[in-house]
């Protein structure tokens, strides 16, 4: 089983992390600069470099608290945001000329409200840093100097396009894009394995995740799957139990800790109660602990999938729990339509196989039957009736071989040509003759053309099986078969002296057998009377016939 894997290890580095990173590197960066320029802190040195010696002890305690702990991370969010906004201001006021980071301080703000939240909060804090630019600013250049003002303003002009431009990345980007759009996480879709199990393994290889489980309710049969330590298990649970399972969106839980953070409509983190949701009885079933819940509904059922011992648990895992949903659901969906080609080839094989049955071997037995019969009149008479028995004994031994090469072509697909399938025909004329006790005549007309095996065993029953209907059921003692063939394929025309068939109304009814096998063949038919004799007129093309 292939499984294409999108993720990787993109998540490695998570949101969070890339955060914390970017305001100690600021930090430090700025402390190092300001370190360098003499000139730097321009205003309150003592207090600027409280402030700035304090904000890098607060963006290092960051990254250690938040590092490893999605939970902390989630809560200290907003907190730290206000005290990135507050050392934004103090910067502003503080610190002029190069070494000030106002513009790189400032997109850092913008992107990470963006990336945390959405655009609303990513517009609310452009509006609040451009404010506080702009009262600072006013605050701080000296009345009087032109020169330092034509430099606020355009750096201001700057910060609101800056704004601009951001708060459209939140508008359209509020939500990590793990994979990209052609990204097919689960692979093409196979009945080697059930779609629930094939869908755990390769969520699990996407994110790196030691342990996983997979409850899974479908017309009303309950399913559950685990896998720890590269261990599967089948878990039994109770539909009401999986039932209570279904929630609606992805969701982080810390079970011990009773910990668990969702998304709302708005796109905002809130806090819920991680057992309510899973449920005792289930939790320990499945032997949850700490990890990512991700419901999944597709046409065929529903269920949730768990994702435990990941590497780096974060809240960008929620985002990736919904694409990956939809991924899972396509998967599913795409299992069940190859269910369905399988069972509908299978059902094609069984009518094919069945008609072929048919039209050689009953239909032989028909003709069999029929001269026994004249046999057993005979006998009345006193004819000797050895030679018609020794006819018949050699008809069944022709039909023997018939069957085994019936049985070779359907376990190839070879071409003949068309001079061959022309002396196939003939000797089945001449059987049926005899078979029949009628007078069949085959001719051909030349041609160059490469027949599929498929088309050979089509024409053979084709033909028999209209000699059997010309004498069964029109009552024909003379049957006259002509082969040809065209740009499109083969042409089989068939003339018989017997009545007409039975008809509907006014129109001469086909006869079904045949009408179905040269439907699955793609071909057409036309029944026509006239002067006395039956003309059944058949093309058959040597492509491969649409489903």
Known sequence: MRYQIAVGNKLQHSSSRVIALGRLMLASLFLVAILIDVSQPARAPMIAYTIFYSYLAFALLMVVLTWSNWWLDARLAGPAHGIDVIVFSTIVVLTLGYTSPVIPFFTFLLLSAAIRWGWRETALTAILLTLLYLVAGLLTVPEGNLLEMQHFVVRTGHVVILSLILIWFGVNQWSARIFAPGDHLFGDASLDLHPVESGLVAAMKAVDSRSGAFVW?????????????????????????IAELLTTTPFLYDLPRHRGLRRDEARDLRAIDPG???GPPAAAALSLKEGIAIPMRSEAGEGVLFLERISNLSIDHIDLGEQMAGNLAAHFQGHALLRAAEENAAARSRLSLARDLHDSVVQFLAGAAFRLEAMKRSVGTGRDIGPDLNELKQLMMQEQGELRAFITALRGSSQIALDELARDLRALSARLSRQWGMNCTFAARPGKLMVPARIHRDAQQLVREAVANAVRHAGATSVSIELGASSGGLTLEMINDGSRYPSSGEAQEMPKSLRERVDQAGGEMEISRGMGVTRLSISLPVAEPRR
């Not at 309710?217 to 139990?241: C, F, K, M, V, Y």
């Open 217 to 241: 309710l479908e017309s009303g049969d309950a399913n559950g799957l685990t896998i720890r330590n590269g261990e599967r298990a089948r878990i039994s649970l109770p539909e009401s139990q």
């Open 276 to 278: 309510a949701a899973i």
